[in-house]
């Protein structure tokens, strides 16, 4: 039997219901059984996993207690499979497990370094390759369609407007997409000019605009086909810190997704953690 888990508890990464290879995906605090009261876990040394091989993905976001409480649930006649990113940002909690483990030298350890030729095509796989090696990414105008442009702005009052523009037109202008549903603005902080919260409140008034038919929750104005994300975990709901919802209207009552879910925020742009 084998198991496949992904870190999720403040950290917006939802496993998919089922990997490729047909068995179920799950979280690791749904896998090991957690008490949404206590925080604690069902399963551990005195009642380990039933499997023969367990699978944990996005090992770069497990933090050192998560994966000690994961080490007691693992018997003893299992194999264990971590797989991960170092050069992605660590875990919110203590520790950097992924990248210790590699370098301790106790374990077999596999590298992943060929760029493939489709890869090698995209800019943003380049220049990220490029930034892993110490080297400046290629920063100058592309002069066919790119993946990777750079928008030079010096001050947060020239890059709002500047985001602005390029989601709300020259985006979908030059790649037909649609400014809502496909685009999605990533911010390096939540608090700041052009942090997640004011970009959220600046792209929300360009793109979906509050009528009269509004909702003020959690310190949030919601419209009508604004995106909103979940912010907790409610294990009892099975809904999870990143999982994306859509207000919708039906009559003339702008319906939140409340009866599954707890707090949520408004999500046109969101920070990278």
Partial sequence: MTNTASPARDQACPARPFTAAHFEAKTIHRLLEVDPKS?????????PLDCDLLVVDETSMVD?????????????RAALLIVGDIDQLPSVGPGQVLADVISSGAVPVVRLTEVFRQAAQSQIIVNAHRINHGVIPDLRKPAAESDFYFVEADDPETAVPRIIELVKTRIPRRFGLDPIRDVQVLCPMNRGGVGARSLNIELQAALNPAGERKVERFGWTFAPGDKVMQIENDYDKEVYNGDIHTTRKRDAVLRLPMDRVGPFRVRWGQSVR
């Fill in 39 to 47: 925080g604690g876990f069902k399963r551990g040394d005195d009642s």
């Fill in 64 to 76: 050192v207690m998560l994966m000690q409480a994961l080490m007691k649930a693992v018997p003893d």
